[in-house]
């Protein structure tokens, strides 16, 4: 699909410098632009840039005043870097704007759907499934039997849906997830094997909750795995068994949860953290990447390490730990000396 710099300039309420009717079909890095792509400047690092892209047409702050003849066309708006995320935003509607029901695909009985369905060829939704409006499925996607999908709902090609789980509006389910598989439930025996307890729960999404590819997320034993609105989850993350994650915490990939623990709200988890079973994890809290959690933690406290502790005490730490040969030495010398009097 193609747009015009004058119709670009009308979504973002901007001025046209240069050709009004300027097309462009795709988008690009202002160092990668070619013919026929839009591309925006924000950052001065890049302003060199501007004088040889190849972008048919550059948004640009107001404040932006050429210094060399241009070959790109201009739209200038108040905040640059904010429209061009507009633009992507409108970008990635017209890109997943689908609707039909595609063959082969597999509806069972006392399946009700809102409007503007779209259902991709060789997926299945099981009984008793409601689904909202503006839900979007892509190919083979798995939805299981009593699941609930809110509005706006968007699950993407080969995600897996188990039974009974409940999915809030405006969410996001990435290729490859699963969402209410079994948790890790076994019950050790006398003669080394183990019994599989059931696993009954199921896993409730709140709104705005985005789930990355490959993610996991374990139904509760009983009751429900909770992740509340605005929680992000990044790609190839374990949520286990009745654990509750609070209001709009990210996570990012490689993390693991164990079971029953409750994380609040607010909180920043980085890339492969550990986090043991049954704690409490409080409020504005923030994980340092590879931490280890053996233990509950506090409202806003930073930690890192494994297992973790204070993140300024780690600091200090951590200027000791990289010298600690040179501290042996020095101490085995002092041993010497005193040993000689």
């Known amino acids: 699909m193609k747009f015009t710099a004058e119709q670009i300039a009308g979504i973002l309420e901007g001025e046209v410098i240069g050709n009004p009717l300027a097309e462009v079909s795709r988008l690009s890095k202002i160092e990668e632009g070619t013919d026929g792509s839009l591309t925006f400047l924000s950052n001065p690092k890049y302003q060199n840039f501007i004088y040889s892209t190849k972008a048919s047409v550059t948004i640009v702050n107001t404040t932006f005043v050429a210094e060399s003849p241009l070959s790109t066309t201009l739209i200038k708006v108040e905040d640059a870097y904010g429209a061009f ?15 039909g029901i ?13 409007d503007n369905l779209y259902l991709g060829s060789f997926s299945y939704i099981g009984k008793n499934v409601t689904i909202g409006n503006n839900v979007k499925i892509y190919p083979n996607s798995f939805v299981g039997d009593n699941v609930e999908i809110g509005n706006n709902v968007i699950i993407f090609a080969g995600a897996k849906i188990y039974s009974e789980s409940k999915i809030g509006n405006n969410c996001s389910i990435h290729s490859g997830a699963i969402i209410g598989a079994d948790g890790f439930g076994f019950a050790p025996n006398e003669d080394g094997t183990y019994t599989k307890i059931p696993q009954i729960g199921n896993v409730i999404l709140e709104d705005n909750v985005d789930i990355g590819a490959a993610t996991t997320i374990d139904r509760a034993t009983m009751g429900s795995t909770i992740i509340r609105k605005g929680v992000k989850l990044d790609n190839q993350i374990q949520i286990a068994h009745n654990v509750e994650i609070g209001e709009n915490t990210v996570i990012a990939a490689q993390t693991g949860v164990a079971g029953s623990t409750k994380i609040g709200r607010n909180c920043m988890i980085g890339g492969q953290v550990g986090i043991a079973g049954h704690l409490s994890i409080g409020n504005n809290v923030r994980i340092q990447a590879q931490a280890g959690i053996g233990k509950n933690i506090k409202d806003d406290e930073i930690i890192q390490g494994s297992p973790a502790f204070n993140y300024s005490d780690f600091t200090k730490s951590y200027v000791h730990f990289k010298n600690l040969p040179k501290i042996v030495a020095e101490l085995e010398e002092l041993k010497k000396k005193i040993n000689k009097q």
């Not at 995320?85 to 609707?99: A, D």
Request: no cysteine; aromatic share 10%; glycine share 4%.
């Open 85 to 99: 995320s507009k633009i992507l935003e409108f970008y990635n509607e017209v890109k997943h704007n689908k609707s």
């Open 102 to 114: 595609e063959q082969p695909s597999v509806i069972s009985e006392n399946v009700t759907y809102g």
